[in-house]
């Protein structure tokens, strides 16, 4: 039987190609984040009453890991006999120079350095402390349920040239934090992070860095820590000092945030050199075995390496 006479037969295959844009995939930003060199770390005080304002504060800002600045601020409702007392602190500090800033003078490096500079704004429970820097806050409408800050006045009411921050919490530990937008940014605001054209683009929003180290010694330990036994867990030479009254304005209470904790040579606690008690101004005594001592008085300072050793809180084990 003979075979029938093949017929054409016209085929089309649709095809789509993936073709690779060289100019948009060189224009795309990186969405891998990157810590900042600078770092902008401040820490505040307050009272103790219902309304815990902010009575005084310090930061630094620090790049590469050396510090640059710092200073101290204080509240505006701070009372006179208080900013004199700082101000008598800031004056005595000739090892360190420092400046004694108001809240705005404060406020307006932040915008400085945090905001245009882009640096990492770090602080232990950031939600509370922006929230005493802060001079108005209300509804936030990017984060709903949140907070928005504001730092800077204009007149009677907010600067619309400057960002609010917004603050919502999604837990015990864990906050949302980011800028908002502001009237008539500057055009290298407008320049997305990682961008690899350097090109601004109109409807761009820069949303800070920030750091809160409660979240981050939560995130490392699965633990929630005060900013003293953070210190103390994670082995901070510089740790706060017992005070008897909060959220008064002495030498004793600004200096409990800068100096380092004079411990007895001979005694220990657990595995770390018993801390002494101030007695007098510059005096310490060791309640367990009456040890005395002056170690911020460089005539009275004791170059053994035993008393050098008991300043860093771990007790060695070759002691």
């Excluded at 600067?159 to 290298?188: W, Y």
């Amino acid at each position: 039987m003979p075979h029938p006479a093949p017929t054409p037969l016209v085929v089309a295959i649709r095809v789509y190609p993936d073709l690779k844009d060289a100019e948009n995939e060189f224009n795309k930003r990186s969405r891998n984040w990157r810590r900042p060199d600078a770092m902008f770390v401040f820490d505040t005080e307050t009272r103790t009453d219902e309304a815990q304002s902010l009575t005084f504060g310090s930061y630094r800002f620090v790049i590469a890991g050396q510090t640059l600045t710092e200073d101290l601020f204080y509240g505006a409702n701070v009372p006179g006999k208080d900013r004199e007392t700082l101000q008598t602190y800031v004056l005595s500090k000739t090892d360190t120079p420092l400046s004694l800033l108001t809240r705005s003078q404060l406020a307006e490096k932040l915008f400085r350095d945090a905001y245009k500079g882009r640096c990492l704004l770090v602080a232990f429970n950031f939600p509370f402390d922006i929230s005493r820097v802060a001079c108005n806050y209300a509804n936030a409408r990017r984060f709903a349920g949140g907070f928005s800050f504001d730092l800077w006045w204009f007149g009677e009411s907010r600067n619309r040239f400057r960002p609010s921050i917004c603050i919502k919490q999604i837990g015990s530990k864990r906050a949302l934090k980011g800028f908002t937008s502001r009237a008539t940014p500057d055009e290298e605001d407008l320049i997305p992070e990682g961008s690899t054209t350097g090109k601004a683009e109109k409807h761009y929003i820069f949303r800070g860095h920030f750091l809160d180290l409660r979240t981050l010694a939560f995130a490392l330990t699965d633990r929630g820590y005060t900013l003293d036994q953070a210190c103390e867990d994670f082995g901070v030479e510089h740790r706060k000092q017992i005070v008897k009254r909060q959220g008064v304005v002495t030498k004793k209470f600004i200096t409990n945030r800068a100096e380092p904790i004079i411990r007895c040579p001979y005694c220990k606690v657990a595995n770390e050199f018993r801390p002494m008690a101030e007695r007098i101004e510059g005096w310490f005594r060791c309640e367990n075995c009456g040890h005395n001592a002056m170690p911020l008085d460089a005539e009275f300072k004791c170059a053994s390496s035993k008393c050098t050793a008991s300043q860093s809180h771990r007790f060695p084990d070759w002691l």
